[in-house]
């Protein structure tokens, strides 16, 4: 369970424990078991990085850093906007590689926002036969799959994500992605726009798309979380424990 950008493990696990709980209900009659991780990202966020931060009054006390992590942070390219890089992604996949080594190999992976486009790439980086990889990005894949212990994922569940638009990591993209995937989408999301998400579903070559009528969330109402249930329990049917 990948929490996104300026969020932590335990802040995402409270905003999903009502989706955790209803997918757990309704996978328990065919015998499944769910065990949800979540980790938190290794790279600490400042006040200035949070969207919409107001810097204080000279005189006003110091504001404390807020419990705001990031898998990567983006950088862009001022000679050209649209080809942005990543700075930092290979520490967001390492601590994801630690923390399968730790919990064991997972099933699936879900995510949200900059998680939802990680988790993406993990599904890319785990699939086989494996991925041709640039040799700059070959440590954290490596890690990833030893981590995994060389299986790939049975699916990846992605809320508001978005297609990472680094020219470094295409290799993820080209071909697309062939693990099945469940691609959520806010109707009024305006953080993440239906372009962005788009762009990704259209780089995996079996997308399952729900469109919802909220913004940038994960829309955790039984209506919604029957759709993740149904999704899930199609790709998921085995008697070991599911995990993501």
């Not at 078991?33 to 006390?61: M, S, V």
């Not at 995994?148 to 470094?168: H, K, M, Q």
Request: aromatic content about 8%; proline content about 8%.
């Amino acid at each position: 369970m990948l929490h996104g950008y300026t969020q932590s493990g335990p802040l995402f696990r409270s905003k999903t424990r009502a989706l955790e709980k209803l997918l757990a209900k309704a996978l328990t009659p065919l015998s499944l078991t769910l065990n949800c991780i979540y980790p938190t990202a290794p790279i600490k966020l400042n006040p200035a990085d949070i969207p919409g931060y107001q810097p204080p009054a000279d005189d006003a006390e110091d504001t404390p850093a807020p419990d705001s992590w990031a898998w990567f942070r983006r950088r862009d390219n001022p000679s050209d906007a649209d080809r942005p890089s990543y700075i930092g992604l290979d520490e967001g996949m390492a601590a994801i590689a630690s923390t399968l080594r730790s919990s064991g190999p997972v099933d699936a992976v879900l995510g949200f926002s900059q998680g939802g486009a990680v988790a993406a790439l993990v599904a890319a980086a785990l699939e086989t036969p494996h991925r041709d990889v640039p040799a700059e990005q070959a440590a954290w894949v490596a890690a990833l799959r030893e981590a995994n212990e060389g299986r790939g994922l049975r699916f990846a569940a992605v809320y508001s994500g978005f297609f990472a638009v680094d020219e470094s990591l295409a290799w993820c993209f080209e071909p697309k992605i062939q693990t099945p995937t469940i691609q959520f989408i806010g109707s009024l999301d305006t953080v993440v726009d239906e372009g962005r998400s788009r762009a990704l579903v259209d780089r995996c070559e079996e997308a399952a798309v729900v469109v919802h009528p909220g913004g940038h969330y994960v829309p955790i109402s039984k209506e919604w979380a029957m759709a993740l249930a149904g999704y899930v329990k199609h790709h998921a049917q085995d008697p070991e424990a599911a995990k993501m």
